[in-house]
Antibody, heavy 116, light 110 residues
Framework: EVQLVESGGGLVQAGGSLRLSCAAS????????MHWVRQAPGKGLVWVSR????????SYADSVKGRFTISRDNAKNTLYLRMNSLRAEDTAVYYC?????????WGQGTLVTVSS | QSVLTQPPSASGTPGQRVTISCSGSSSNIGSNIVNWYQQLPGTAPKLLIY???QRPSGVPDRFSGSKSGTSASLAISGLQSEDEADYYCAAWDDSLNGFGFGGGTKLTVL
């Protein structure tokens, strides 16, 4: 079964840092581009970042550029999102998702709460 | 503002057909495929339609998608109570170099 499991969320003060992880199983992780998407409480989905299959190419939404870093460890089948200089507006559930014909599947999400 | 534009709400009675629109631009829907996601309360989004009009295995044929120019739509026929959810359209955006999402449409089954 293809599965993505996020972890690493929690409560952090504004200006702080957090690293999210996304453990993949049930598929050849190293063959797929991966993405992070977030959803603020009661709001819609917003794309955050993506990384290609070997980690050599990344892109970011303007709102997180320079503060967030996406990376992956194909040997560990794990995707990461390093988040620095966190702001209150970064409060959201963060989902990782596999890119095939579409973003599918998605993990269950991990909640990041930034207190000001 | 969301990259793609959807109506915030839609509704219908059981058995009815409802459609949800999604409007974009030449940098997203106009040049890339559209996908639709269903998000039930408290759960992660689930792929409903990919490549404009294709259904993943397990998705009922009551759900259908279409695309024309810079707009797309999702149709749900034979509406059921379990269809009550939030629906999002998405398309790669060449200007953003990332995925653009609609703001979501909350479907209520009356």
């Amino acid at each position: 079964e293809v599965q993505l499991v996020e972890s690493g969320g929690g409560l952090v003060q504004a200006g702080g840092s957090l690293r999210l992880s996304c453990a993949a199983s049930g598929f050849t992780f190293s063959s797929y581009w991966m993405h992070w998407v977030r959803q603020a409480p009661g709001k819609g989905l917003v794309w955050v970042s993506r990384i290609n299959s070997d980690g050599s190419s990344t892109s970011y939404a303007d709102s997180v550029k320079g503060r967030f870093t996406i990376s992956r460890d194909n040997a560990k089948n794990t995707l990461y999102l390093r988040m620095n200089s966190l702001r209150a507006e970064d409060t959201a559930v963060y989902y990782c998702a596999r890119r095939g014909m579409a973003l599918d599947p998605w993990g269950q999400g991990t909640l990041v709460t930034v207190s000001s | 503002q969301s990259v793609l534009t959807q109506p915030p709400s839609a509704s219908g009675t059981p058995g009815q057909r409802v459609t949800i629109s999604c409007s974009g631009s030449s940098s997203n829907i106009g040049s890339n495929i559209v996908n639709w996601y269903q998000q039930l309360p408290g759960t992660a989004p689930k792929l409903l339609i990919y490549s404009n009009n294709q259904r993943p295995s397990g998705v009922p044929d009551r759900f259908s998608g279409s695309k024309s120019g810079t707009s797309a739509s999702l149709a749900i026929s034979g509406l059921q109570s379990e269809d009550e959810a939030d629906y999002y359209c998405a398309a790669w955006d060449d200007s953003l170099n990332g995925f653009g999402f609609g703001g979501g449409t909350k479907l209520t089954v009356l």
